[in-house]
């Protein structure tokens, strides 16, 4: 398959990791990448020294700890490559903390806004137009941080 008759994969953290690992490998299965993050000119070097097709992938910038950005990214995919077969939501981070120490309060909060919310917010501009197709592919990656506590 080629062109817009390929099957698109939307992926999350795409500029570095398991997010570049899903790109590749999806690439090499023959979909078309939609590929997000907030460092897009890391996302725009992997794919020019990968020698990818410019007609088989798009970057759209987002961060999914704003609600707004990475909603925003997800229309835009819809927009200009069409609905996705697969959303991959796999942007995450894993920092330590410690609840004793103040400051780490707002690490946790944006480390939940990053993994949970983040997750939910890649969701939802996929979840009506993929279950109308009757077509959902929705893929959550998580942290072991989500069921072992850290100290």
Request: aromatic share 8%.
């Amino acid at each position: 398959m080629s062109g817009a008759t390929a099957p698109l994969v939307f992926i999350t953290g795409a500029s570095s990791g398991i997010g570049q690992a899903l790109a590749a490998r999806y690439y090499a299965a023959g979909y078309r990448l939609a590929l997000s993050a907030r460092r897009t000119a890391e996302i725009e070097a992997w794919a020019s020294a990968q020698s990818l097709e410019r007609a088989r992938f798009q970057v759209y910038g987002a961060d999914v700890a704003q609600v707004d950005s990475i909603v925003s990214a997800g229309h835009a995919c819809i927009a200009q490559q069409g609905l996705p077969d697969v959303v991959i939501a796999n942007a995450g981070v894993s920092i330590g903390m410690d609840t004793a120490q103040f400051d780490d309060l707002e690490v946790m909060a944006q480390t939940f806004a990053i993994n949970n919310l983040g997750l939910a917010a890649t969701f939802h501009s996929f979840v009506a137009p993929m279950r109308e197709r009757d077509s959902r592919r929705l893929v959550g990656i998580a942290s072991v941080a989500a069921i072992r506590g850290l100290p």
